[in-house]
């Protein structure tokens, strides 16, 4: 039995291969794909029977936009062999780059003969239907002038005529037909065309990747080779199922992956990676932060050529800043640049291995594929934001629970089946928590009541010293088990020290707490209520500002 060696990797020092090196074209399969947010690394093998010696493998007709600088290969062999420097050229190409291009610019050349073909047979139909036209004329004149002298029968009259409606009528239908025809090869023409236009890149040549290798004895080896391309993405895809007898909520998380690298992906194994390999490995180094004194004078604009050039002979900024300030004045204004952001949440890189075969067509059509569900531990509440509305919303606590973390995402919500619509999930750690709102629980009934409301004038802005305003809101639980609830109200907050807020303890109901969630102003009570109990929760504001002064806001 052969016992399996590593094929060594020397990319550092360029393999000289002798002049008796042979060729070999690697006939390779693309077999996987790591796709990351922006990018992909594609991987092709081949299997190829070598004798000793000095030899090239080609890999040829590689998508032109490969990134060459992540170019590798690795194999395997019974035998020992070395791997040289890995070279790489653009080859122009004059077919189309694409194998499923090709495929649509034939497809789009059989459609275009087919319609030729049904136009033809249209021009004989209406050569037909002329004919029969003329002949009908032509007939009806000769009876006209027959008629004094021939004593014509009924039964070859209509038998004339049948002969020609049934003609006409035969005509008629064909040409619809044709036309139904013709609107169903124009539309498929059409689709076609957008498809090619969605794929089509423009280019015209492709990479060729030769790998130089010295092989000690004959074998067969099996090569990969791996690269990155661009134009390849994938984002993550939530379903958040709620059973609301039990509370059970289950998370499945999905990758929506789409490509447009010029080759299809059949039947690969796809990985999908939260790695982000563009945003580089490290943090550039920090430069000193230099500080410095200066005085503001006043300057003579009279001497401003002499000081400018005087500026320009002297020491650096860092020696007399205050004659870099005069330069500074003198140069022309540049608009401010904004540095552009790129927004990308990081987490822990995680690997998602989809099991079986995978397919990604490469005309961008986006493939929904199932990654696994994650292990979660939720608690359901009811959210009742009563200045907002009076409409109770079932949501649920959701606790990650497991290693992996949960990518930021859309995830489509179904409460008990039924789909209730869509949310976005933020970055999730393990034993984290977020919350998910499953929609309107009309087994809660709430009423709110506004008690008293001492104001100045009416409007936006009220004049006035004081404002005071009391709320009662009333909860029932119409569920026949007990639900907890909680409700959320906003009080005016200060925005100036001559502004006082007061909470009016007399009227609001015990047990609250105060900027919830870090939002100013915002307080919150928790209800626990029994099937069909009821509760009441009573707030008290007062607002007092200095007389004469106007405030916004309430």
């Not at 004059?94 to 136009?119: C, F, H, M, S, W």
């Not at 180094?285 to 604009?301: A, G, H, I, T």
């Not at 290693?403 to 034993?431: M, T």
């Not at 709102?437 to 001492?454: L, N, P, T, Y």
Request: glycine share 6%; aromatic share 6%; proline share 5%.
């Amino acid at each position: 039995m052969f016992r399996l060696l590593p094929v060594f990797l020397c990319f550092l020092v360029l393999f000289s291969a002798p002049l008796r090196a042979e060729e070999f074209v690697a006939d390779s399969v693309l077999k996987a794909a790591t796709v990351y947010t922006n990018r992909a690394t594609l991987t092709r093998r081949a299997v190829l029977d070598l004798p000793a010696g000095a030899h090239k493998v080609v890999f040829k007709g590689l998508s032109a936009s490969l990134l060459s600088d992540s170019l590798r290969a690795e194999g395997q062999a019974a035998a020992t062999v070395t791997f040289g420097a890995l070279a790489h050229k653009m080859v122009q190409q004059t077919e189309l780059t694409a194998p499923r291009e090709k495929g649509l610019n034939d497809q789009l050349e059989l459609l275009q003969d087919q319609r030729k073909v049904i136009e033809v047979e249209k021009q004989a139909l209406n050569t037909k239907r002329s004919f029969l036209d003329s002949l009908g004329k032509h007939a009806v004149l000769r009876t006209n002038e027959d008629i004094a002298e021939i004593d014509l029968q009924p039964d070859q009259w209509t038998a004339a005529a049948e002969t020609l409606h049934t003609g006409m009528a035969e005509i008629l239908k064909a040409g619809l037909s044709h036309d139904v025809r013709l609107r169903t090869l124009d539309r498929q023409i059409q689709k076609v065309r957008n498809e090619l236009n969605q794929m089509r890149t423009g280019q015209r040549s492709t990479y060729q990747v030769t790998v130089p290798l010295e092989v000690k004895a004959p074998t067969r080896l099996t090569i990969e080779l791996s690269y990155q391309v661009p134009n390849a993405s994938w984002s993550p895809l939530y379903d958040a199922r709620l059973e609301t007898e039990t509370g059970a909520l289950a998370l499945l998380q999905y990758g929506a992956v789409h490509q447009n690298t010029g080759e299809d992906w059949t039947d690969i194994a796809l990985t999908l990676s939260t790695a982000q390999p563009h945003r580089g490995a490290g943090l550039p180094p920090l430069q000193p932060m230099w500080v410095n004194l200066w005085e503001n004078k006043s300057l003579n604009r009279v001497n401003f050529s002499v000081a400018a050039s005087q500026v320009a002979s002297r020491a650096p900024l860092a020696q007399d800043f205050a004659e870099g300030m005069l330069a500074e004045e003198l140069s022309q204004p540049e608009p401010a640049q904004f540095a552009q952001a790129q927004i990308e949440t990081g987490g822990f890189v995680s690997e998602y291995i989809i099991p079986g075969p995978s397919t990604v067509m490469a005309d961008g059509t986006e493939s929904k594929l199932m990654i696994g569900p994650f292990e979660t531990e939720s608690k359901l509440q009811i959210h009742v934001k009563p200045q907002l509305s009076t409409d109770a919303f079932l949501v649920a606590n959701v606790k990650l629970k497991g290693e992996s973390p949960i990518l930021p995402g859309k995830v489509s919500l179904f409460r008990d089946g039924a789909y209730v619509g869509q949310a976005y999930l933020p970055l999730l750690r393990p034993d984290e928590e977020s919350k998910l709102a499953f929609g309107v629980d009309d087994q809660v009934s709430v009423k709110r009541h506004v008690m008293k409301d001492e104001k100045g004038d009416k409007g936006v802005i009220a004049k006035g010293s004081l404002q005071e305003r009391h709320f009662i809101t009333e909860i029932q639980n119409l569920h026949d088990r007990p639900v907890d609830i909680l409700v959320f109200e906003t009080t005016p907050v200060a925005g100036n020290n001559k502004i006082k807020i007061e909470i009016l303890e007399r009227v609001t109901t015990a047990g609250y707490e105060e900027d919830v969630f870090d939002v100013k102003g915002q307080m919150s009570w928790t209800q626990h209520l029994e099937a069909k109990e009821k509760a009441k929760i009573g707030l008290g504001w007062k607002v007092i500002w200095p007389k004469d002064s106007n405030i916004s806001g309430l």
